[in-house]
């Protein structure tokens, strides 16, 4: 579970190849359920018509019976929610911001922060078929927090197909974003879940670590 700003809960559930996705906003009359979305191997899927028939076929994908060789598929580390009232560097809140500016013609895109395995700030942008990851250090300076884009790896990339192509993007934001919008939007819609320019800095370079933010 986690909060999108103070007015909207996400709630998810599953694993490396099924995954429900629920959204609650809160309302004069508390909160309320808004949208629900399924999606399998990375892709929105139809509905399920109940909970029985979603625990059926997370028990079937789980197996790997429709993926094969799913072992050697890449994937993303899954990311802990930032607890309530953390206070976020303001390169974190500016990079959001300019990724939302350049994937404004983009439908379907979901951007969230949250926290990986080494406690780093990571900024997660979701397609159907891609997802970015774009991972920050932090440090203290005159007693502020400040975030710079790692030095290793600072931005990573998987498709929905289990390809990795992090090594390829070289920290290069221009070059990730080209390999994202390549893998197409998501596809525009209320799919209900189970119902009861210019170019930045390169990521990791001397700017980066400098404490900058890339500039889209």
Do not use: C
């Not at 909970?51 to 993926?67: I, P």
């Amino acid at each position: 579970m986690s909060h999108d700003g103070t007015g909207v809960i996400r709630i998810s559930h599953g694993h490396s190849r099924l995954r429900v996705e629920t959204i609650y906003r809160k309302s004069s009359q508390g909160w309320k359920r808004s949208s629900s979305q399924l999606f399998q191997d990375g892709e929105k899927r139809p509905p399920v018509g109940s909970w029985g028939e979603y625990a059926a076929l997370f028990a079937e994908l789980s197996e790997g019976t429709d993926h094969t060789d799913q072992d050697s598929s890449a994937a993303l580390p899954t990311l802990a929610p930032i607890p309530d009232g953390t206070r976020l560097p303001v390169e974190i809140h500016q990079q959001v911001s300019g990724l939302k500016q350049a994937l404004a013609d983009r439908e379907g895109v979901e951007i969230t922060t949250g926290v990986d395995d080494k406690r780093r700030f990571v900024i997660e942008v979701l397609f159907a078929k891609a997802t970015m990851q774009l991972v920050f250090e932090t440090e203290r300076r005159s007693g502020a927090k400040r975030a710079a884009l790692a030095a290793k790896d600072s931005i990573r990339l998987v498709t929905s197909d289990g390809v990795d192509h992090t090594k390829e993007i070289n920290g290069r934001l221009d070059a990730a974003l080209d390999r994202l919008t390549q893998a197409g939007p998501a596809h525009s819609g209320t799919a209900e879940g189970p119902t009861g320019s210019e170019q930045g800095p390169q990521a990791g370079g001397p700017a980066a670590r400098k404490g900058t933010v890339l500039r889209l």
